[in-house]
T-cell receptor
Framework: NAGVTQTPKFRVLKTGQSMTLLCAQD?????MYWYRQDPGMGLRLIHY???????AKGEVPDGYNVSRLKKQNFLLGLESAAPSQTSVYFC???????????FGSGTRLTVV | QQQVKQSPQSLIVQKGGISIINCAYE??????FPWYQQFPGKGPALLIA?????SEKKEGRFTISFNKSAKQFSLHIMDSQPGDSATYFC???????????FGTGTRLKVLA
């Protein structure tokens, strides 16, 4: 049982480049989330999904897009990376609203 | 009204001492209050959680105290150990909603 797997673990991008972060869960969870973690800011929600084919904006969605084509996968895209998007990105999933989150181990992204 | 305010930002405790982290909220619709523990390079993991129908919940050395009238809850770590050194996040959610509101985190260091 792998839980929540994030790829890649580390990435360095140049300003203006694009990339996709992949989150995969094998727990048949309905809800999936993308957070970013910055020093002193805690965890801020970027986008989330309440089921296959659905997505919704969180607190800080600008500059990011997401897709949930399959229940087990939640993709986070950066179309044109900016230095302000340098952060650690965490994916999380949960079975339902009565359950806690399971987090992945994170992706450390640096935009230069 | 959606914020959860967490303090202190950092905490240093001697081995064997008590670590106390506090959180305050405004939204009276919140009805689930989890605490997450995060070690460096890892994703947050659920530590303990409480619902407002009880004033205290204890799991081993970890205790949540909940004060509904003051809209505050706190994490107490008894007999703190160097292995408890981590970042702790409080969170809150309202029933039926899809996402947590996280505090900004407390970095705990327990000195040997």
């Amino acid at each position: 049982n792998a839980g929540v797997t994030q790829t890649p673990k580390f990435r360095v991008l140049k300003t203006g480049q694009s990339m996709t972060l992949l989150c995969a869960q094998d727990m048949n969870h309905e809800y999936m989330y993308w957070y970013r973690q910055d020093p002193g800011m805690g965890l801020r929600l970027i986008h989330y999904s309440v089921g296959e084919g659905t997505t919704a904006k969180g607190e800080v969605p600008d500059g990011y897009n997401v897709s949930r084509l399959k229940k087990q996968n939640f993709l986070l895209g950066l179309e044109s990376a900016a230095p302000s998007q340098t952060s650690v990105y965490f994916c999380a999933s949960r079975l339902g609203t009565a359950y806690g989150y399971t987090f992945g181990s994170g992706t450390r992204l640096t935009v230069v | 009204q959606q914020q959860v305010k967490q303090s202190p930002q950092s905490l240093i405790v001697q081995k064997g001492g008590i670590s106390i982290i506090n959180c305050a909220y405004e939204n009276t619709a919140f009805d689930y209050f989890p605490w997450y523990q995060q070690f460096p390079g890892k994703g947050p993991a659920l530590l303990i959680a409480i619902r407002p129908d009880v004033s205290e919940k204890k799991e081993g050395r970890f205790t949540i105290s909940f004060n509904k009238s003051a809209k505050q809850f706190s994490l107490h770590i008894m007999d703190s150990q160097p292995g408890d050194s981590a970042t702790y996040f409080c969170a809150a959610s309202a029933g039926g909603t899809y996402k947590y509101i996280f505090g900004t985190g407390t970095r705990l260091k327990v000195l040997a």
